[in-house]
Structures are given as C-alpha cells and as structure tokens.
C-alpha cells in the first residue's frame, strides 16, 4: 500500500468527520438563503492551483466555504424564478445524498435491487401521473433531464419509421431513411437540438401555425398539414406547458388527429405534465394519455435535485432497439430491466432513489400541494403585475409561469430594453428572472416551481420590480 493510499484509507475511517462537516455546510446554506442573493454577483472561479499533494477532504471543504460557497446562487431557494426550476425537498435531498453514498450503477441488473426500484419508480411516477401501465401502457427510464427524454423520444419514432420503410435504422444510419416528417408548433428548444443529433436535422421539423396570440398548435392546421403530407412516417410533437408562458395545447383533438393519419404522437411535457397530478389543472393535459411518447422532469416540480428526468413510452420494443447496449460481461439472469438498453448512458447515478424517497415522504397529495400552491402564486404575482404602474402581462396565467414586461420609455418594447430592466431587477438580489417572449414582444418571465416559495416571497418578488423599475427611470431622469 502507498502512502497515498494509506491518506485515502484513513480518510475513509474518518468518513463520519468529513460528512459531518458537509452536513455543516449544506444545513448553514440552506438556513441563508433569506439572505442569501439570488443570483450571486461574483461568477469568476477562486484560480487555484492543482496541487502537488493533496490537501485532504477537510482542508478542500475548507476551500469550498472560502471561495465556492459565498459565490454560489440561491436558485435551491423561493424567490429563483428562472427557467423553471424546483429546490429539493428535505426526502429528495436526503435520497441524493444517499444515492452517492451507496453509488450504484443501476444501469445493468444482477448485483443490487438498483434496476429494480428503478422499474417500481417509473411506475409511481406514471401513476403519479394517471397513465396506464401494463400490457400496452407506460414504461421508461430516468434521464439527465428533458434533452435526455427527447433523445429517447426522437430515437424511438425514427426506429419506428424506419421499420415503416423496411430499414433498421439504427444498424445502417439515417441516411437510408425518408419519407419522416415531424411537425410541430412550439417545440422546446431540446427537441431542435436531438433533431440534429440523431441526424435528422433541425430545420427538418414542420412549423404549425398557431392560435391567435397564444402559443398553442392551431389543431385546423395540423389536420390541413397532416393531410396534405405524402410522408410515409409522420410525427406530431405537441407542448403540454409551453415554456414561455405555461399554454397547453388540445392534446385530445391532436391525438384524434394523429390516430386518422396513423402519426406518432410525442409530447413534451417537461413540467406542464405535472398539472394531471391536480384535479383543479389536470384538463389542461387531458390527452397525454394517447401519447406515444412523454417527456418530463423531476428537477422542475417534483422538486428532486438536479439532475433527473423521466422518458415514458408505450413502445419499449422501440426504444431498447434504438438504445441496445450487448457484450458478454453484461449478460444476466436477473429479471429486472437493464436500462443500458433503455437510456443513453451504460454508467449512470441512482437517480431513482431521491425520486422514490419524494414519492414515498410526500404521497400524490404532497405533490398536489406543490403543483396547487406554486400556480396559486403565480396568479397573485399576475394580479400584482396588473396592479402596478410600468407593466403590463403579455399572457394570461395559465399555470405556473408570469410572462410580463415593462412599460418605461420608447425603448421598452425592444429586447434590448427589457433585458435592461431585468437585468435591474435581477440586481436586487432578491430575485431571478429570465427573458420571455410571444408573438414577437419581448418581455421576461417568472416561473414557480419551487416548494419553499410563499406569499411573502411573491410581496418581495413585487417590490424587486417596483425597485427595477425605479432605477431605470431614475437613469432616464
């Protein structure tokens, strides 16, 4: 044995130490995020060297409090309103912390009930979401998030078309393949990137036109595009919960739709899947269940760590075709799935546990609360937006994002000048926005997802916008 090895060992015997000392740090950042900015106005790296020798866990613990933790965000607390990103529960957290500890690669079954709490999780989670399972109903896999989960989406119904020509698409490349055309309305912008991935191009989806000032697929002219397609393999990708604003499309008629034309049906439902899990929300997805395929997060809503995502489909057959992963020494007996044939990754975390253990602390009824809650909130911002001079909302709130902009000068409508006015308000430090846009407008947005956020958070978020908008017309003066 080494000396460096005999560092490691001792190290591992004093394992309880150096966790505790983690524990100190987690706990002290989460009891300040109140004071916390949050979005940290120091970005830059502390430029430190590698060293020679090593300096041991607790020495770069003490590295981590000096220079990484007092530049971190506070984006794990209630008042980031980015993108749309949840914290992590008290279980979800506890489950990550687990998930390293034990540091299983439930990838390949055989050593560890891993695969298996896995399968039982997606499970929960399709429930969760009133999906069928079984013979016929839902299956999937956990991923890195929604790009992973359109990945899989996309991979599966090129597999598909490419059997509809007579092609194993996956042994002899996309090149053989034609007659797959993909349409679409509002895809997230990860659909656009493994478009090109998986080499079936991004300027190869379809543009749908869309209702009158919304978001949402125009259904007449899908049925138009649909009919007028000679395609052979026709793929619709419908939004439930667009990003910029939270609109839902008609997923019913859509799906009617799809089945006349025998098309594959993918939805996108990053965090607006969520709304099923909610009796007062749950018509705005009613349809998903038609679906070939769904995307969602559970680093949005679900409020589990980064990162997890979820892919679901009806066609397993499809997606372990297009992911199949063979060799000798992954050869088992085990009757648990190997998600090597079901995700992209052969190594991956035990994302499944934070998932359970969320699932298993908090039941339907909690993730209820957090759905129900954060749209409650995002309606009384709504109100409160309406209510102030210098802004106005571009859309209404449909579920958990505000997409509204200001109204200061002639520049106030350009992107330019309402990125200016966030950019303000971000300054704060009391909260975090990121820019929004329909039909043109530029503006910013808002997005709820996270299970700490309260009333009180919402009259703060408030007031950094009467603040924002303050120093801009004090600049102007």
């Not at 009757?335 to 998932?355: D, I, T």
């Not at 000048?417 to 975090?432: E, S």
Request: proline residues 4%; hydrophobic residues 45%; charged residues 20%.
């Amino acid at each position: 044995m080494t000396d460096r090895n005999k560092a490691l060992f001792a190290e591992h015997t004093g394992l309880a130490a150096i966790l505790e000392r983690a524990r100190l740090l987690a706990t002290d950042f989460h009891a300040g995020l109140a004071e916390r900015p949050v979005a940290a106005a120091a970005r830059t790296a502390p430029g430190l060297p590698l060293p020679e020798r090593g300096l041991g866990a607790l020495r770069a613990l003490d590295l981590f409090e000096r220079h990484v933790a007092p530049n971190l965000s506070g984006g794990v607390g209630p008042r980031y309103l980015g993108y749309v990103t949840g914290g992590a529960t008290p279980a979800a957290l506890a489950g990550d912390w687990l998930a390293a500890a034990v540091d299983q690669n439930p990838a390949s079954p055989g050593d560890s009930i891993a695969p298996a709490l896995i399968e039982e999780t997606v499970a929960m989670m399709a429930a969760l979401f009133d999906l069928p399972t079984g013979p016929g109903g839902f299956d999937g896999c956990f991923t890195t998030g929604a790009l992973g989960a359109n990945l899989l989406g996309a991979a599966s119904f090129r597999e598909w078309a490419g059997r509809r020509s007579g092609l194993n698409v996956t042994e002899t490349g996309v090149a053989a393949l034609s007659g797959l055309q993909v349409f679409t309305a509002s895809p997230h912008i990860t659909m656009l990137k493994v478009m090109g991935l998986l080499g079936l191009g991004r300027s190869s989806l379809m543009q749908i036109g869309r209702l009158p000032g919304r978001e949402a697929m125009d259904v007449a002219a899908l049925e138009a595009a649909l009919a007028a397609s000679d395609a052979r393999s026709k793929v619709v990708v419908a939004s439930a919960g667009i990003v910029s604003t939270g609109d839902f499309e008609d997923l019913n008629a859509i799906a009617d739709i799809c089945e006349k034309h025998d098309a594959w049906l993918h939805v996108d439902g990053a965090f607006g899947l969520f709304a099923r899990c909610s009796p007062r929300f749950a018509d705005l997805a009613a349809g998903v269940e038609r679906a070939d395929s769904i995307t969602t997060d559970g680093h949005k809503w679900l409020n589990v760590p980064y990162d997890c995502g979820l892919f679901l489909t009806r066609h397993m057959d499809l997606l372990e075709a297009s992911m199949r992963l063979t060799a000798a020494y992954l050869e088992t007996d085990d009757p648990a799935p190997s998600y090597n044939n079901r995700g992209v990754e052969s190594s991956s975390r035990f994302r499944a546990l934070p998932v359970w253990m969320a699932l298993q602390a908090y039941g339907r009824d909690g993730v209820r609360e957090m759905v129900e809650t954060s749209c409650d909130l995002a309606a009384s911002l709504g109100r409160r937006i309406e209510a102030m001079d210098g802004f106005e909302l571009l859309a209404p709130v449909r579920l958990n994002i505000v997409l509204f902009r200001g109204l200061l000068g002639d520049d106030a409508a350009s992107d330019q000048g309402q990125r200016h006015l966030m950019n303000a308000i971000n300054a704060t430090g009391n909260v975090y926005l990121t820019p929004g846009v329909i039909g043109g407008r530029a503006g910013m947005r808002a997005a709820f997802s996270n299970w700490m956020t309260t009333d009180a958070d919402v009259a703060i978020v408030a007031d950094a916008l009467a603040l924002g908008r303050d120093s801009i017309l004090a600049e102007k003066e």
